[in-house]
């Protein structure tokens, strides 16, 4: 069987790797088709340090933003209540629904953090109440707030 050849890929490719991501190929794939379609370079030392770097560079970001999302759920996890008014019918049915529209423009205001809409979870909600939402941050922190429906 051939010796296989490392190279580092440049884009994408599907079944094979990341941009960034070091691959064991054959070597006549790499010289034929993946180094011609820029889409690769041979794993030399001076690219494999570069990769390092890169990694760890994206490896501090990610932190960053796991620190930044752990802030904002302190705040969010702060303010305890937030409440919506909605108008209120028969046996304290609300008329329509509140939405994840509805509570980010709320936490927006409240906190002055912008969250991203499809990012909330809400329960159907159809009748006063408490509720919990979920906020999902980042990969890994999820912020749980509570919801209070009040009439108008």
Known sequence: MA????????????????NGDLVEVAPGYARNYLIPQSIA???????LRQVERRREEERQRQLELKQQ?????????????FKIAKQVGEENAIFGTVTEKELA???????????????ITLPSISKLGTYKANIKLHSDVTADVEVEVVSL
């Open 3 to 18: 010796k296989r050849t490392q190279v580092v890929l440049t884009k994408d490719v599907i079944k094979l790797g990341k």
């Open 41 to 47: 370079v041979r794993a030399t030392p001076g690219i």
């Open 69 to 81: 999302a752990e802030a904002q759920k302190k705040a969010l996890e702060a303010v305890g209540v």
């Open 105 to 119: 423009e709320l936490i927006q205001q409240a906190t002055g953090q912008e969250v991203d809409r499809r990012e």
